[in-house]
């Protein structure tokens, strides 16, 4: 029966000039989340609104669905369309929608009625009067309330008139492009990619970074890895992500530098390595899965450790957040269950079994001169030899 979708958009900050840049990049986001969708559509863009029409048969569910994750949508009201062949027609269609779309029937509404076409030959006004007289008629259940109706009846006289009454919520946010790009540090762990998805929703573009340390890391934690960032480009479109080889930078640092600043060294010459890329592929800042507190690289002291070495700002949008809410949030967007797999990142092979929770920053910068005669040669190969792979 739904031949059409209204999108509904937040319009707040989108006014002038950002409104078509936001418009343009949220229709870009639909066609992209509906190229997935059995079924061919046509989107269209009037006077502030975006249709999204179907020109074939479609899956109703799996098209909502889609929708749903598309950041920049607030709302999603399937629409049914009639021809405008005369009031009879017209309200034959509302009787029939509401049979469908409401069998119980005991509800209150009231008809909601706006003409863009003004030769229309009745007011607003008494077509609201007079379709609700018709679904009064038709169903002895139904009241009318104008101030706090169950369902509002929209009926928008255009070229056509489209009527609809629902509105499923969308994910609110902003459309992906519209934020820039960011450097996401993926790992096989449950925070990093409900970072990016959460810095995505924010309309910010993202590429993604891994390091793997093989043969310490498993193919398997890499394969695990590349399906995390499948299910994060459902929300934040597609991305490229970088695999690094960092086994021999790891085994330098293993060699060279005091076990229990292990991970705070490595994690420093991630950020620099990711910072490199990141500055290669135009990207405005990094983006990681830290928390405080949550492990001894996270806390205050090591995170000024990890900032230092990078110019660009580094994102941490779960800095607050405890684990359970971040574990809910890795549910919904459905990585969970990859995240809890359990291979070996290359972070768990080399911990030491106390690392320091409060290194002083000098200390380590210390022990980094250590590599000087390695280093520089090691991160040009790490980076000259990495693998790209394109995640759509
Ligand atoms: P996650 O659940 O995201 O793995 P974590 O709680 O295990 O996080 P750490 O291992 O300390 O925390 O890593 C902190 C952050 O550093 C991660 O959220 C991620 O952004 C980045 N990171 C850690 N290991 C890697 C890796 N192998 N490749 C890319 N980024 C990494
Ligand atoms: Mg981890």
Redesign the pocket.
Same mark, same amino acid.
């Given at each position: 029966m739904f031949t059409a979708f209204l999108i509904k958009y937040a319009e707040i900050g989108v006014k002038g000039r950002n409104r078509y840049m936001f418009e343009n990049a949220l229709v870009d986001q639909i066609r992209f989340a509906l190229d997935k969708v059995e079924g061919e559509f046509a989107l269209r863009k009037t006077q502030g609104r975006i249709y999204v029409d179907a020109v074939s048969d479609f899956d109703f569910d799996e098209t909502v669905d889609a929708l749903k994750k598309v950041f920049g949508i607030s709302g999603i009201c399937p629409v049914v369309y009639v021809e405008d062949e005369g009031f009879e027609k017209l309200s034959e269609t509302i009787v029939d929608y509401v049979k469908k779309v409401y069998p119980e029937g005991n509800k209150t509404f009231k008809v909601c009625a706006r003409r863009a076409r003004k030769n229309y030959p009745m007011d607003s006004m008494s077509i609201n009067c007079e379709l609700g007289g018709v679904i009064l008629d038709h169903f002895p259940e139904m009241k009318v309330d104008v101030h706090n109706p169950d369902f509002e009846f929209s009926v928008e006289i255009r070229e056509k008139i489209y009527i609809y009454s629902e509105t499923i919520p969308g994910q609110g946010g902003m459309p992906v492009g519209t934020g820039g790009k960011a450097m +996401? +540090? +993926? $790992?096989?762990?449950?925070?990093?990619?409900v970072?990016g998805y959460m810095i995505s929703k924010r309309g910010v573009k993202l590429e993604a970074?891994?390091?793997?340390a093989p043969p310490y890391t498993s193919e398997r934690a890499k394969q695990k890895?590349v399906d995390l960032a499948k299910y994060v480009s459902v929300y934040s479109g597609p991305m490229k992500l970088h695999v690094i080889n960092?086994t021999d930078i790891q085994l330098a640092i293993y060699e060279k530098c005091p076990h229990d600043e292990l991970?705070i060294i490595m994690?420093r010459y991630?950020m620099r390595i990711?910072e490199t890329i990141a500055k290669e592929t135009e990207c405005l800042g990094l983006?990681?899965?830290? $928390?405080i507190g949550?492990?001894a690289?996270?806390t205050m002291q090591s995170l000024i450790s990890t900032n230092e070495v990078c110019e660009l700002p580094v994102y941490r949008p779960l800095i607050a957040f405890d684990k359970q809410d971040i574990v809910d949030i890795s549910e919904k967007i459905n990585t969970y269950e990859t $995240?809890i797999q359990p291979f070996e990142?290359?972070?768990t092979i080399f911990v030491a079994k106390h690392p320091v929770t409060k290194p002083n920053a000098k200390v380590i910068r210390g022990h980094e001169k250590n590599l000087d005669d390695v280093i520089d040669e090691l991160v040009k190969t790490a980076l000259e030899t990495r693998e790209i792979i394109e995640i759509e």
């Open positions: +996401l +540090l +993926l $790992s096989g762990g449950i925070d990093s990619p970072a970074v891994y390091f793997h890895v960092f991970t994690r991630m990711a983006v990681t899965g830290e $928390s949550q492990v690289s996270q $995240s990142d290359c972070c």
